[in-house]
């Protein structure tokens, strides 16, 4: 039986700022991997592409509020500049 990913661990290297920012990140992260894990089975960010963050940006966002979606665009960054990609994502 493998463990579960553990997303905190991962983004630890990246998240600064106040404690709140920070679970907020990680929250949000969360999110993304088990929406991205739903849709494709890729169940840790390392087998991640870019569309799967654009799906996510696009498809599952579609209906929230602009601030909303802009939180998640940070939080899509810090995932992006951990997984060293160069990546680049349009609001």
């Given at each position: 039986?493998?463990?579960?990913?553990?997303?905190e661990?991962?983004?630890?290297?990246?998240?600064t700022?106040?404690?709140?920012?920070?679970?907020?990140?990680?929250?949000?992260?969360?999110?993304?991997?088990?929406?991205?894990?739903?849709?494709?089975?890729?169940?840790?960010?390392?087998?991640?592409?870019?569309k799967?963050?654009?799906?996510?940006?696009?498809?599952?966002?579609?209906?929230?509020?602009?601030?909303?979606?802009?939180?998640?665009?940070?939080t899509?960054?810090?995932?992006?500049?951990?997984?060293?990609?160069?990546?680049?994502?349009?609001?």
């Amino acid at each position: 039986m493998s463990k579960p990913f553990d997303m905190e661990l991962f983004m630890s290297g990246v998240l600064t700022g106040s404690r709140a920012t920070r679970k907020r990140h990680l929250r949000q992260a969360t999110l993304i991997q088990s929406e991205i894990a739903g849709r494709w089975q890729r169940e840790t960010p390392w087998a991640w592409q870019r569309k799967h963050l654009v799906w996510f940006l696009e498809h599952r966002l579609d209906r929230h509020s602009r601030m909303t979606r802009y939180y998640y665009f940070l939080t899509v960054r810090l995932l992006v500049r951990r997984l060293q990609k160069t990546w680049v994502f349009n609001l």
